[in-house]
């Protein structure tokens, strides 16, 4: 029988071991996300980051909006659920100073909705239409709009066009700008409805099974993960790039989604 001595000198042993062959935690940051999708992926880049020696604290925001001024403060260290237009308005209305360190993350395809009708074909004369508020989204709905054959704009207008750029519009069409969270909700009162994968999911709606209308894979419209310019080639930022965009996390990813949610590497 062992004496107490040596159980405790054979877990100590153990203990060395163990320490000797895991990685430093010479890092620990703050990671911002949006609930849902977003923060699902997160919490599945969390134990491949731990592996490589980066702790990865995942903070859920339920508004997106506070996440870019928070990151800028300091108060993150990185961010991961907006695209490249969203990052640029928020730098320039916000005056930010964010950079992305890893384009082409995921992307949350847009989709058009309606309970009303079963087709684009079938919406009427002056049908209401909501899509987001905020300008990239809104641009980009109208751009998914167009592609629909709604409506057209004016030739060579990217993801900043408004309504203002609408130059035909055979239905007559009524946009009605709401908030993002929104959307989902307005489908009881509109006729058709262009929502961001992330709040359709949330709200229990299918991109691909459910939508009428659906985005291609636009590269502008994928992801990134950013941070403040300051800290754009800190060592930790590799890390956390390389956990994301692993293999682990792709495999999260389609499973979890089943292709409403695309992975860009």
């Not at 990185?78 to 360190?101: C, I, M, W």
């Not at 519009?169 to 909700?185: F, S, Y």
């Not at 930790?236 to 996390?249: F, I, M, R």
Request: proline share 6%.
């Amino acid at each position: 029988m062992r004496t107490p001595s040596l159980i405790t000198g054979t877990v100590s042993a153990i203990a060395l071991l163990i320490a000797a062959h895991a990685p430093a935690f010479a890092e620990t940051i703050k990671f911002g996300v949006t609930a849902g999708p977003h923060a699902q992926i997160a919490e599945a880049l969390v134990p491949v980051a731990k592996a490589k020696g980066l702790d990865v604290q995942v903070v859920e925001f339920s508004d997106g909006a506070l996440i870019d001024p928070a990151t800028n403060d300091g108060d993150l260290d990185a961010n991961g659920f907006q695209h490249t237009p969203y990052l640029e308005r928020q730098n320039k209305d916000r005056g930010l100073n964010l950079v992305s360190v890893a384009g082409k993350t995921v992307l949350l395809p847009m989709a058009g909705y309606s309970k009303k009708f079963k087709s684009l074909a079938d919406l009427p004369d002056g049908a209401q239409v909501s899509i987001p508020n905020d300008p990239s989204n809104g641009g980009r709905a109208l751009k998914l709009l167009e592609a629909g054959g709604v409506i057209k704009l004016t030739p060579g207008v990217t993801f900043q066009a408004t309504e203002l750029d609408i130059i035909e519009n055979p239905k007559n069409i009524k946009i009605i700008p709401m908030e993002t969270a929104q959307l989902p909700r307005s489908l009881e009162d509109v006729d058709f409805s262009v929502i961001t994968s992330h709040f359709a999911l949330s709200a229990g709606l299918n991109p691909r099974k459910d939508g009428l209308l659906i985005e291609d894979q636009l590269s502008e419209y994928f992801c990134l993960i950013a941070v403040a310019d300051k800290n754009k080639d800190a060592p930790w930022v590799k890390t956390l790039v390389e956990a994301y965009k692993s293999p682990e996390v792709k495999a999260v990813i389609e499973k979890t989604f089943e292709g409403n949610v695309v992975a860009g590497w």
